[in-house]
């Protein structure tokens, strides 16, 4: 098992910036591809970015990127999430998540592991 816990949520202006944290512990974390996935109100969950377990590459949703940054500690367990430029249309829960794959099962949401959710606000 892998547990997850984010960090770094909250309400910031439009335009403003955040820094998502994801704490893992269980097993070895740099074995697992990394990522978030958000949900906003009254939509699907949706994947934002994901990471390989060596850093080396990254993916981005066509709506954050060049606004958001994913990257890894593997010293520390951690992936985190830098969101630069926020729009309200950023407004979601956002989720950790981990895989022992890079592939296709995070576009499918089918990962092995979720995080609880951290709340990001972004006012207009």
């Known amino acids: 098992q892998v547990q997850l816990v984010e960090s770094g949520g909250g309400l910031v202006q439009a335009g403003g910036s955040l820094r998502l944290s994801c704490a893992a512990s269980?097993?070895?974390?740099?074995?697992?591809?990394m990522g978030w996935f958000r949900r906003a109100p009254g939509k699907e969950r949706e994947f934002v970015a994901n990471?390989?377990?060596?850093?080396?590459?990254?993916r981005y949703a066509d709506s954050v990127k060049g606004r958001f940054t994913i990257s890894r500690d593997n010293a520390k367990n951690t992936v985190y999430l830098q969101m630069n430029s926020l729009e309200p249309e950023d407004t979601a829960v956002y989720y950790c998540?981990?895989?022992?794959?890079?592939?296709?099962?995070?576009?499918?949401?089918?990962?092995?592991?979720w995080g609880q959710g951290t709340q990001v606000t972004v006012s207009s």
């Open positions: 998540a981990a895989d022992v794959g890079y592939g296709s099962r995070w576009f499918d949401a089918a990962v092995d592991y």
């Open positions: 269980g097993r070895t974390f740099r074995n697992y591809a």
């Open positions: 990471i390989r377990w060596d850093g080396g590459a990254t």
